[in-house]
């Protein structure tokens, strides 16, 4: 409760007063859209009628440009990457540094394609990955770093037999620690593939919620997956409604969590001053960033 009554009020003094500025610039493109979509459909029917009147070509040419030009206009304004940069600069990243002023956010950016493969979260690492908005920082002495991922399949097969595009598209994290974790595994909400996965002893809880798969050192799972932890990842699951994956591998926690639409983007023709929307982008942070927060003091106990 203490958290959300924080961030409404950083909304109504920050945020919506920067919101304010873009929504001018969304504003400004979507009048300029319809515009470009009016005129055509006004001028040129007028244009045409005058030609068949007056049989003078020359009014054929400005209802031709208008015609052909118009969507290349309305192209390059839904494009107009300036809107898009200035939102995440003025928006995101200020929800980034009031979470944590350590943290750096580069909203063109992305964690680095061998993270994805270390994470150990799939066999099949046959896919092509973009992302964007990277953060970076240093908490409790532990390296943060997390971006939006998609892992595209390489294969119409891949595609064909998975039924998705889609390997992963959603939110990709890492927690990197000082020392190696003395076992290697990956966790999974219940409903994502997991092959090779077993119960974790006799938590039958979290074995409803969770699918599990040791990769090393089985008799040290108990240092890792502490009943600690295990209440992490379980609020977690509470907290941000998502499928998502665990996983400790070599010196880092690694969490992925599916989204099905682009993450931290403005909408044009949908006003994004509304605190419903800014509080989801923090909780789409916030929660994941947490969790690394708290495992970390709870590895180090």
Request: proline share 4%; hydrophobic share 40%.
């Amino acid at each position: 409760m203490q958290r959300e009554q924080d961030f409404r009020h950083f909304y109504k003094s920050d945020i919506s007063h920067s919101l304010v500025y873009t929504e001018k610039e969304r504003k400004s493109i979507v009048t300029k859209i319809i515009i470009s979509i009016v005129l055509p459909l006004v001028l040129a029917p007028l244009l045409v009628i005058m030609w068949r009147i007056y049989f003078n070509e020359l009014l054929l040419v400005p209802a031709l440009l208008l015609i052909i030009g118009s969507p290349i206009y309305i192209n390059r304004l839904f494009g107009d990457t300036l809107f898009y940069k200035n939102f995440k600069r003025k928006i995101i990243g200020k929800i980034i540094k009031y979470i944590n002023p350590t943290l750096e956010y580069d909203n063109l950016q992305k964690v680095d394609d061998v993270e994805y493969d270390n994470s150990k979260f799939f066999e099949n690492t046959n896919t092509i990955l973009y992302g964007d908005d990277h953060v970076s920082g240093v908490i409790n002495e532990v390296r943060i770093e997390f971006s939006e991922f998609l892992a595209e399949y390489k294969s119409e097969a891949d595609k064909k037999e998975h039924g998705t595009k889609f390997q992963f598209r959603g939110l990709f994290l890492l927690g990197e620690f000082r020392k190696n974790f003395p076992c290697e595994l990956v966790v999974k909400t219940s409903t994502l593939d997991l092959p090779g996965a077993q119960p974790v002893g006799v938590d039958a809880a979290f074995n409803k919620l969770f699918k599990t798969k040791v990769f090393t050192n089985p008799e040290n799972l108990d240092q890792v997956l502490t009943l600690g932890m295990k209440n992490l990842i379980t609020r977690l699951h509470e907290q941000i409604h998502n499928d998502f994956m665990v996983s400790f591998a070599d010196n880092r926690i690694y969490i992925g969590i599916y989204h099905d639409e682009d993450l931290f983007e403005p909408t044009l023709f949908q006003s994004m001053n509304n605190y419903d929307k800014m509080k989801g982008f923090f909780d789409d942070l916030f929660f994941p960033i947490l969790f690394i927060e708290d495992a970390t003091k709870e590895l180090s106990k």
